[in-house]
């Protein structure tokens, strides 16, 4: 609303809606004329309407970019799981390689048991992986991989080795004559609910990434990526 102060009187009249010019009438009888508007309020709606006007698509390109992203953190954050487990994967073959010359194919020698509720299959070679469908699924003693919880959700599909790609597989277990020999590991997830893989191996060995960088032993990388797709 609009007000106009009379030079009289100092009553506050209404002139919402009235053009520059106009002549009103105060109650005290002062006679007063609506001012124009001033050049900083007309310049005030300029850089309003710009605002609008650049503003928005500028919003809507940033929330392209940012949504996006943000919907994809609850997925990054279960990659933390595959890591974190590899590493400790890793460090358990090598004490068990520093004590016995050998790396451990069966889980249940070397006592690498990932937390249950995992949403990553883990696997040391080609061979059975020991299922959890059931709460009381235990790991076999000649189990070289262990499967993706399902005991709490059987909707969850199981990650098999045959599920991975064949290039995948033939990078699993030892290579080479111990104890000089080399130890390849991998974790995969369904992790988005869609029809690929997310892969990540761990080495004793120099590995290559998805942008064909060398990572060195010990550092899991990601060779099927489940996120970006």
């Given at each position: ?130 299922a959890r469908d059931t709460a009381e699924a235990s790991v076999g003693e000649d189990a070289v991989g262990i499967g993706v919880e399902r005991s ?78």
């Open positions: 609303m609009a007000k106009l102060e009379c030079p009289k009187c100092g009553s506050l009249m209404d002139v919402t809606g009235l053009s520059p010019g106009v002549i009103v009438t105060c109650e005290c009888g002062n006679v007063a004329t609506v001012p124009a508007r001033s050049w900083v309020t007309r310049l005030g709606g300029v850089w309003a309407a710009l605002g609008v006007l650049f503003l928005c698509p500028c919003l809507g390109f940033l929330a392209a970019i940012a949504i996006p992203n943000y919907n994809k953190l609850p997925v990054r954050s279960k990659q933390w799981e595959c890591k974190a487990n590899l590493r400790a994967f890793f460090d358990a073959q090598r004490s068990y390689h520093a004590e016995h010359g050998a790396y451990a194919l069966t889980i249940s020698k070397v006592g690498f048991i990932p937390e249950r509720g995992n949403r990553y299959a883990y696997f040391t070679a080609v061979g059975p992986v020991a709490r959700d059987e909707r969850i599909r199981p990650v098999t080795l045959e599920g991975l790609p064949s290039w995948v597989t033939r990078q699993l277990g030892v290579v080479g004559a111990c104890p000089e020999c080399q130890l390849t590991m991998a974790c995969a997830g369904n992790i988005d609910v869609d029809d690929t893989l997310d892969i990540w191996l761990v080495s004793t060995k120099t590995l290559t990434d998805l942008e064909g960088n060398r990572v060195p032993p010990g550092i899991p990388t990601n060779v099927v990526n489940d996120v970006d797709d």
